[in-house]
């Protein structure tokens, strides 16, 4: 997709233009926002609040920031926003809870080797602490340089780089079960 | 390079984000170090699992939710929405308005002193006959109905509308518009109010309202003063509301126009000993004065 190109129809009023970008971006913002949550219902929820506000913001998008940063930062900030509610703080206190919520796939399916590894990856993602959940997620799930995490997140590049570093730490500890 | 460092290095080592400097550093630490070796291979066999696992893709009628969600309502079907609210929340919306009205009307009645004073401002005129004078050697009395201050005004002193200043008179008229506008708003209310105040000072023979003015007049014979203060009272077209008792004090509830007040005065101090103890800021219409009688 011509991401400039589209920018100009959208910041144009073009409703061809944002069903484009909703058809274009919806697995990778709702990918993001279900690592992020663990919860498909509240991520569709959140998924779905992301393009309504950049529907109501498009025309003030400058097109300093890619399109794409500037949805991972949108989805990033409602996440993170829902999982510091009062709320969702009495979830997060339950990490098993948090990581059953995690694992959607039937039991059955749980058999299947390559089932079982997302799922095991899916639960040491969702046992991460918030804050480097999401980079990881941004990172080695939706392929953005460290670079455009420090945009999306707002934090400097050597932080990015530390969080991302434990966060791997992390996982390493929980899915070495799973090295050959 | 200590394993602690080059490990530190390992994310970036992976992402291909180290400058060439520090890249030959971890190598050259890596090449004398079986540990950290193993360590590196760990983590991106960690990294290549979690970047192979099977992407999320959104659910079915994702987008088209979105672009409902989107889609600008039109004003007539904002308007349609509002004129056909479902019974079940109609219905509540409209008692909770119904308990709303109601619980403010009996605020803006009952709310404030001052309104309250508004509904007792004109009594019905009890008759001077309510209660018969009592007999026996009198006695002061012992049942004032406020608090006599500290320093009460002699009687010689000029304490009512004429030296009151402006602005308490503009505070008396305010209160009077005021009072106006709280008795139109529930004549009946105050009707009732005012026949159990009457009934009130009849049967418990008390005063039952804080009065304009307190009053205590000193005089050697007070069956004679009460006759004199009944006549002045007559004088000055005003009435005797009650009389009270308590053991053998006696107490005399009037009521006078305001504008009389210092004829009031100067003629009862002609009957005996006139103290004010107690007086509200001065006010337009009618006085409400309660006079205690004390032997001297």
Redesign the interface.
């Known amino acids: 997709m011509q991401e400039d190109a589209l920018v100009a129809r959208l910041r144009r009023g073009d409703r061809g233009a944002f069903e484009e970008l909703v058809i274009a971006y919806q697995h990778r913002v709702f990918g993001v926002a279900l690592r992020m949550l663990g919860n498909r219902a509240e991520a569709e929820d959140i998924a779905q609040e992301t393009f309504l506000r950049a529907h109501r913001a498009l025309r003030e998008f400058r097109g300093d920031a890619r399109l794409h940063t500037w949805l991972y930062a949108i989805a990033s900030r409602l996440c993170l926003n829902r999982l510091a509610s009062a709320d969702r703080r009495l979830v997060r206190g339950d990490d098993a809870a948090l990581a059953a919520a995690a694992t959607d796939e039937p039991t059955a399916a749980a058999r299947v080797e390559r089932a079982e590894l997302d799922a095991a990856v899916r639960e040491a993602i969702a046992a991460l602490p918030e804050e480097r959940r999401i980079v990881v997620v941004l990172r080695d799930l939706e392929g953005l340089s460290y670079e455009e995490i420090a945009e999306v997140l707002e934090l400097e590049l050597g932080t990015v780089r530390s969080r991302l570093h434990r966060a791997r730490m992390d996982l390493k500890a929980k899915l070495e079960r799973f090295a050959p | 390079m200590t394993c602690h460092e080059a490990r530190?290095l390992?994310?970036?080592l992976i992402?291909e984000?180290l400058t060439r400097e520090q890249r030959a550093d971890v190598y050259g630490h890596l090449t004398t170090c079986a540990e950290c070796r193993r360590e590196l291979t760990?983590?991106e066999?960690?990294?290549a699992?979690?970047?192979?696992?099977?992407?999320?893709?959104?659910?079915a009628g994702?987008?088209d939710?979105?672009?409902a969600?989107?889609r600008p309502v039109p004003w007539y079907v904002r308007v349609a929405r509002a004129a056909l609210l479902p019974w079940p929340v109609k219905v509540p919306l409209g008692a909770a308005a119904v308990v709303l009205v109601a619980g403010l009307a009996v605020l803006m009645f009952r709310g404030s002193q001052e309104q309250q004073q508004a509904a007792r401002h004109e009594p019905r005129p009890l008759s001077d006959r309510a209660a018969p004078p009592a007999s026996g050697p009198p006695v002061a009395p012992s049942m004032p109905a406020a608090p006599p201050p500290a320093s009460a005004p002699e009687v010689t002193s000029r304490p009512r509308a004429d030296s009151a200043p402006e602005a308490d008179r503009a505070a008396g008229v305010a209160s009077r518009v005021e009072e106006e506008g709280k008795r139109e708003q529930a004549p009946a209310a105050l009707e009732s109010r005012d026949k159990v105040m009457a009934k009130r000072a009849m049967t418990q023979s008390q005063p039952a309202s804080a009065p304009d003015v307190v009053a205590r007049l000193e005089t050697p014979d007070r069956d004679t003063a009460e006759r004199g203060l009944a006549a002045l009272v007559a004088r000055l077209t005003g009435e005797i509301i009650a009389r009270h008792f308590e053991g053998e004090a006696m107490t005399v509830e009037l009521a006078i126009p305001a504008d009389r007040y210092e004829d009031f005065i100067r003629e009862a101090g002609r009957i005996g000993t006139l103290r004010v103890e107690t007086e509200r800021p001065a006010q337009a219409g009618r006085l409400r004065i309660l006079v205690h009688f004390g032997t001297s």
């Open positions: 530190d390992f994310s970036a992402d984000t760990a983590l066999r960690t990294v699992l979690v970047r192979g696992a099977t992407p999320v893709r959104a659910p994702f987008v939710r979105v672009l969600a989107a």
